[in-house]
């Protein structure tokens, strides 16, 4: 099944082409069949640079493309007027040291796929753009990251949103709130305000394998659930790793409200076992419904990629 006009599902559209997964074996065999020679190059594990201290992100955000066509003059200027060029730039310190030396943390350094998940995310925005992947329901929404590591996306993305909550083990913790201070002075002591970014953004302990090891009555010790269930959970590029794939599903369904939240997941494509490995385990229960969203052309250029939403659905209770 596949869209081919656009669908909204809660804060999320699905762009036409996208498709719902119900194969893991069907899923990989078109991801993998679609790489070129330009996607395979290499590019390592991932990391933008883990040689530095601290990196300097630029963000180069453009007017909608249509206010530059030879069309519509009056329409272009009353565009322009509205939506200029915009740069936004972002430092972000890294732990270098820490992923040498502490096992299995890979967090501590910039990872390309949440630049260009960010990057995607605030062009749409800036643009207005009408196949923006959120809707205009994003400026309220409870956003929850899993995996944030330095807090890239928590930075970028908190004008965006109503509230946002990043979240990893307790080792990475300091780095994120180190980078919220670096770019919204005084944090967490900043008043609200249009001018105040960074007021909504709040810094939390989630341990996936604690979550996993912990029996379902006693997770809120763990990790405690809010009132309001998040709308939208992020995953960019966390799965890499099989032993990291259960606590992983654990945490989404976890963190997930059936019939609200929209669970987004980016991945940079590596090794097709570990891809098929985790689409079998959230299709497994059978209450998952997942798609493909079609942002081949947006995301990033000959870059191995891929998007996926899932929603749980609502379980019918019998009598």
């Avoid at 008043?191 to 394998?209: F, M, P, R, T, Y």
């Avoid at 996993?212 to 799965?239: E, G, K, N, Y």
């Avoid at 996926?308 to 609502?314: D, N």
Wanted: hydrophobic letters at 40%; proline letters at 6%; aromatic letters at 8%.
């Amino acid at each position: 099944m596949d869209v081919d006009s656009e669908m909204r599902r809660g804060l999320v559209r699905l762009p036409p082409g996208s498709e719902k997964v119900t194969d893991a074996d069907e899923e990989v065999f078109i991801l993998y069949s679609k790489s070129t020679p330009s996607s395979n190059k290499f590019r390592g594990l991932g990391y933008l640079d883990s040689h530095k201290d601290t990196l300097t992100l630029t963000f180069e955000l453009k007017p909608p493309s249509w206010s530059n066509s030879s069309t519509g003059k009056h329409k272009r200027k009353a565009a322009s007027r509205v939506v200029q060029e915009k740069t936004v730039e972002i430092q972000l310190a890294q732990d270098k040291t820490a992923l040498r030396t502490r096992a299995g943390d890979t967090g501590s350094v910039v990872w390309r796929a949440s630049v260009d998940f960010a990057q995607l995310i605030l062009q749409q925005h800036h643009a207005k753009s009408p196949t923006s992947i959120f809707d205009e329901g994003l400026r309220d929404a409870r956003v929850l990251e899993l995996g944030s590591g330095t807090g890239l996306l928590s930075i970028a993305l908190s004008p965006l949103v109503g509230h946002y909550t990043a979240t990893d083990i307790a080792e990475l913790l300091p780095l994120i709130r180190k980078n919220l201070s670096l770019n919204f002075p005084g944090w967490p002591n900043v008043k609200q305000g249009a001018l105040a970014a960074g007021h909504n953004i709040s810094v939390e302990e989630l341990d996936w394998v604690k979550i996993l090891s912990t029996p379902a009555a006693r997770r809120s010790q763990v990790f405690p659930l809010p009132s309001s269930p998040f709308d939208i959970v992020l995953i960019v590029d966390c799965i890499y790793h099989p032993t990291l794939l259960p606590p992983l599903l654990g945490a989404m369904d976890y963190v997930s409200t059936a019939g609200t939240t929209a669970v987004v997941v980016v991945m940079e494509l590596r090794a097709e076992d570990v891809t098929r490995e985790f689409l079998e385990g959230w299709l497994r229960s059978g209450e998952w419904e997942v798609w493909r969203m079609c942002v081949d052309a947006e995301l990033a250029e000959d870059t191995p990629y891929v998007m996926w939403v899932g929603w749980k659905t609502p379980q019918v209770k019998s009598d």
